[in-house]
């Protein structure tokens, strides 16, 4: 049994006449009723009976309208929801991103999107890098913002921002006030970072060795979810300075919480990467989500 066989006997069925069921689809009457008739060998059934000039369903073509009815209308149902799929008006999108490279205007562009498109669910994994990766070969997410460019080769990543670090201090700290900092000063100063495996963390080690020197924390913090802010308030407390991403400290420098301290060796910036499968295809969905936060990113500066 087909799909145009159902459609064919409904209509048959509702309309009780071969030649306007053929009119109304369009098809020669005598291919409606080949049609039907191949429908009722396949069943073993008749489904329809005549009374004089008058065609009627039997027993059992009255069972088979009423299923008929049940198919059509899911099918119907089933093209409506493809249809609001590509006009973005539902559907879900899994995004992962990394705890340390989560940057402000992600968070902003995934409510901007879900402003724009309510019917859109959006649901964000914070984790590290090395995890997302493996949940977007496994398919357990559509897309991810990491912290490195993608190490498998079952994914393509491109760059999604670039963020400048800083060195944070608190604000009565004795090189709060200094014009500049040597980058050497710094590595006397005790200081608060995120442990090893961190993209920032290697960056900033990076660079400390092409100085020619050694960069050991005095605290180490996870880099988990919250670590920024256990970052934070550690230098605020005062018990040494940190390297964030300046996006991760406007507010508290603004509120005169912290102070970037100028040291010009640093010269350090960190890129987050988008990632997605390379073989598994993108939605118009997924592939609309990336395009706005990509566009909503650049907008941000």
Same mark, same amino acid.
């Given at each position: 049994?087909?799909?145009?066989?159902?459609?064919?006997?409904?209509?048959?069925?509702?309309?009780?006449?071969?030649?306007?069921?053929?009119?109304?689809?369009?098809?020669?009457?005598?291919?409606?009723?080949?049609?039907?008739?191949?429908?009722?060998?396949?069943?073993?059934?008749?489904?329809?009976?005549?009374?004089?000039?008058?065609?009627?369903?039997?027993?059992?073509?009255?069972?088979?309208?009423? *299923?008929?009815?049940?198919?059509?209308?899911?099918?119907?149902?089933?093209?409506?929801?493809?249809?609001?799929?590509?006009?973005?008006?539902? @559907?879900?999108?899994?995004? @992962?991103?990394?705890?340390?490279?989560?940057?402000?205007?992600?968070?902003?562009?995934?409510?901007?999107?879900?402003?724009?498109?309510?019917?859109?669910?959006?649901?964000?994994?914070?984790?590290?890098?090395?995890?997302?990766?493996?949940?977007?070969?496994? @398919?357990?997410?559509?897309?991810?913002?990491?912290?490195?460019?993608?190490?498998?080769?079952?994914?393509?990543?491109?760059?999604?921002?670039?963020?400048?670090?800083?060195?944070?201090?608190?604000p009565n700290h004795p090189l709060a006030n200094e014009e500049t900092v040597p980058l050497d000063r710094i $590595?006397?100063?005790?200081?608060?970072?995120?442990?090893?495996?961190?993209?920032?963390? $290697?960056?900033?080690?990076?660079?400390? $060795?092409?100085?020619?020197?050694?960069?050991?924390?005095?605290?180490?913090?996870?880099?988990?979810?919250?670590?920024?802010?256990?970052?934070?308030?550690?230098?605020?407390?005062?018990?040494?300075?940190?390297?964030?991403?300046?996006?991760?400290?406007? $507010?508290?420098?603004?509120?005169? *919480?912290?102070?970037?301290?100028?040291?010009?060796?640093?010269?350090?910036?960190?890129?987050?990467?988008?990632?997605?499968?390379?073989?598994?295809?993108k939605s118009s969905l997924v592939q609309a989500f990336i395009e706005f936060v990509g566009n909503y990113s650049d907008q941000q500066g």
């Open positions: 049994m087909t799909l145009h066989q159902v459609k064919v006997f409904t209509t048959v069925a509702k309309l009780k006449s071969f030649t306007l069921a053929g009119e109304k689809l369009r098809v020669r009457q005598p291919s409606v009723s080949l049609l039907v008739q191949g429908l009722q060998r396949e069943l073993g059934v008749k489904l329809f009976e005549r009374l004089g000039n008058k065609m009627r369903l039997t027993t059992a073509g009255e069972e088979l309208l009423q *299923r008929s009815e049940d198919i059509l209308a899911k099918v119907e149902a089933i093209r409506e929801a493809m249809d609001e799929l590509k006009g973005l008006k539902k @559907g879900k999108i899994s995004l @992962g991103s990394s705890g340390i490279g989560t940057p402000s205007a992600l968070l902003s562009g995934i409510k901007a999107f879900k402003d724009q498109y309510t019917g859109v669910e959006v649901t964000l994994t914070i984790q590290k890098s090395e995890i997302l990766q493996k949940k977007l070969v496994d @398919g357990e997410l559509d897309v991810a913002i990491l912290g490195w460019p993608p190490t498998s080769p079952a994914l393509v990543g491109k760059p999604y921002r670039e963020e400048d670090v800083v060195t944070i201090a608190p $590595a006397k100063e005790p200081w608060i970072g995120y442990d090893k495996g961190s993209p920032l963390r $290697a960056l900033i080690e990076q660079r400390f $060795a092409e100085k020619g020197l050694s960069f050991k924390p005095d605290l180490e913090v996870n880099s988990e979810l919250g670590s920024r802010d256990a970052i934070k308030s550690a230098v605020e407390s005062g018990l040494g300075i940190g390297f964030l991403c300046k996006c991760h400290v406007l $507010a508290h420098i603004e509120a005169g *919480r912290l102070k970037v301290l100028n040291v010009p060796e640093l010269n350090l910036k960190r890129t987050t990467y988008i990632a997605t499968h390379k073989n598994r295809q």
